[in-house]
């Protein structure tokens, strides 16, 4: 790990203040990822400021009958919270598809979004990566494969996205709420914080330099059956090839996002105006244009039969949320 | 024969926190205090040289190095109920703190990426990876590790439990096991659900498979899952099918 200073901020203001100052700062909250990738060295910070005091660890209801969760609340407490549970099944289902209990008790519910890519390239120093070394290649294309992205890819990177946390708060359309470095605080909807890879896969959401996540709004709960379906490799404690999340009706229709496949979670209103024609016209409807690799190639139909299992598990369940 | 020549070789105890006396030889020379005191001699100048004096060399004649670069920092908090403060490189992960620093070792290294668990134990109540995150992180933290979960004379019912059903081969995930298991019967009790739990609105039930889930971030390379999850479910008094038999084959 490369050296670095550190330094504990006191409040929102005095965090962005500070990465501010410093061009190479990065925040820290659980450090689950962070950490992982500088003792590897594929992240180098020179300065980190330490925002776990921020009292940002609050879940909050909000004026329209959602819920505000603070940056910092921590992935079991979301997964766990009564109002999570009864109200936004989806969310907590797919924090405890993630990961393992230990790493849920420090990963935070602003930094699961942020966690980067599973890519064995990119976790590789040794090997071309745009993602980590811009215009240095991508040894993913043409190399190992399996576990990437099908569909929203580039000519430079076909990394996926690896949260699940993620998939359910695009099913509920969070808003991501965040200060800047000049203290402005804005408001960032869930579909438009990742970004595709295009020519810059480096450039991973659409928070500026030194912009703090502050908390994620959910509107008021969605009526219909909540569901979260993660398929992987173990039956714990790995990564999806393939997750649903998805809010069905009684009626067949719904909302649903797929994670595992793509660069962000994937979500069209195309596929879900096809949900009632069942899984298979609203799976061929999303993955539209979809160009896998030959090791990958086995996501397309397994979205369509992860989405079947969901709407079958929908139909027998069918309890209201 | 090499361990045997390391014993002899060694003249002195290397380290005032040798675990020597722990093995029941007093003055004994272990090979892990013989392998620190192989490493001592680099660790001391790599700790004899903070980063301040680090810039100063390399750029004797430039400008005033960086006043804010100083790669340490303070940190006090509080280990089996004694508090400690020290001063460490910014880098330091609390594993190693507890390791290198405390010479609590305890709590195991394994892979130091968060992925097998054998450096679980608890911070402020709760059981985490220590690898993965940073010591300076925890000012005022209360860290229990495996050496204040209990002692070889007065162990605590996981333990007893884990030595009943031979919860382990060569025990090197064992001090992570233990705490896991710990505070995976405490989060049951709290309620807190997992990836099994069949109905998020009602509590979790104490059963095999939830203990499994739960258990998913603690590897055991041995293979001794199926008696840690006999030892777990004895001290949570959950019914084991065939536990008995396994017990007295």
Not at chain 1, 60 to 85: K, Q, S, W
Not at chain 1, 266 to 277: G, I, K, N, P, V
Request: net charge neutral; glycine share 10%; proline share 6%.
């Amino acid at each position: 790990m490369k050296p670095f200073t550190f330094e504990r901020a006191s409040s929102p203001a005095a965090a962005v203040a500070a990465a501010a100052k410093q061009p190479g700062a990065r925040f820290i909250a659980g450090g689950t990822n962070l950490l992982d990738l500088m003792k590897l060295q594929v992240e180098t910070p020179t300065h980190l400021i330490d925002v776990n005091g921020l009292g940002l660890d609050r879940i909050e209801p909000t004026t329209e009958g959602g819920l505000r969760i603070g940056a910092m609340v921590r992935n079991t407490d979301l997964a766990a919270d009564a109002r999570v549970r009864r109200d936004y099944g989806v969310l907590s289902r797919a924090l405890l598809a993630g990961a393992s209990g230990q790493l849920r008790n420090r990963a935070t519910t602003a930094g699961n979004l942020l966690q980067r890519t599973r890519c064995p390239y990119f976790y590789d120093t040794d090997q071309p990566c745009n993602k980590r070394q811009p215009g240095s290649g991508c040894s993913a294309i043409g190399g190992i494969s399996r576990p990437l992205a099908v569909i929203g890819v580039s000519e430079a990177c076909i990394a996926s996205h690896p949260s699940d946390m993620a998939v359910a708060m695009r099913v509920l359309d969070a808003t991501v709420e965040t200060m800047r470095a000049d203290g402005q605080a804005r408001r960032i909807p869930i579909a438009d914080f990742h970004r595709l890879p295009g020519n810059t896969p480096h450039l991973e959401t659409t928070l500026d330099a030194g912009e703090l996540i502050t908390a994620v709004t959910l509107p008021r709960p969605v009526v219909g059956t909540h569901l979260y379906h993660k398929v992987r490799d173990r039956a714990s404690y790995a990564f999806a090839l393939v997750s649903v999340g998805a809010i069905v009706q009684r009626d067949g229709g719904g909302r649903f996002a797929v994670g595992g496949v793509a660069p962000k979670p994937w979500r069209s209103e195309a596929a879900e105006r096809d949900l009632r024609r069942g899984a298979a016209a609203a799976a061929q409807t999303l993955l539209a244009g979809a160009t896998p690799t030959a090791e990958n190639a086995f996501k397309l139909p397994l979205v369509e039969r992860t989405l079947a299992a969901v709407l079958a598990q929908a139909k027998a369940t069918g309890r209201p949320a | 024969m090499d361990l045997d020549t390391d014993r002899t070789d060694v003249a002195s105890p290397p380290s005032p926190t040798d675990a020597a006396p722990r093995d029941g030889e007093p003055g004994a020379i272990s090979r892990r205090g013989v392998l620190i005191a192989g490493a001592g001699a680099s660790a001391a100048v790599a700790a004899g040289t903070p980063l301040e004096s680090a810039a100063q060399t390399t750029s004797p004649a430039g400008p005033k190095p960086q006043e804010n670069l100083v790669a340490t920092s303070r940190v006090t908090l509080s280990v089996n109920g004694q508090p400690h403060t020290l001063v460490v490189d910014n880098r330091t992960s609390l594993l190693d703190l507890l390791r290198e620093h405390l010479q609590l070792t305890g709590t195991k290294k394994g892979c130091d990426h968060g992925q097998c668990g054998a450096c679980t134990i608890h911070l402020d109540g709760r059981r985490v990876n220590a690898c993965l995150t940073l010591a300076v992180m925890h000012e005022g933290a209360q860290v229990v590790t495996i050496e204040g979960l209990g002692t070889p004379e007065k162990m605590h019912a996981m333990q007893t439990a884990f030595v009943r059903h031979d919860g382990y081969q060569c025990g090197y995930c064992t001090p992570g096991q233990i705490c896991s298991a710990v505070a995976v019967l405490d989060e049951i009790k709290a309620g807190v659900p997992s990836h099994v739990t069949a109905d998020l609105n009602v509590r979790p039930l104490l059963s095999i498979d939830e203990l499994r889930e739960r258990m998913s971030g603690n590897l055991c390379r041995c293979g001794a899952y199926s008696n840690i999850i006999d030892a777990m479910a004895e001290v949570a008094g959950v019914p084991v099918p065939g536990a008995g038999d396994r017990r007295s084959a």
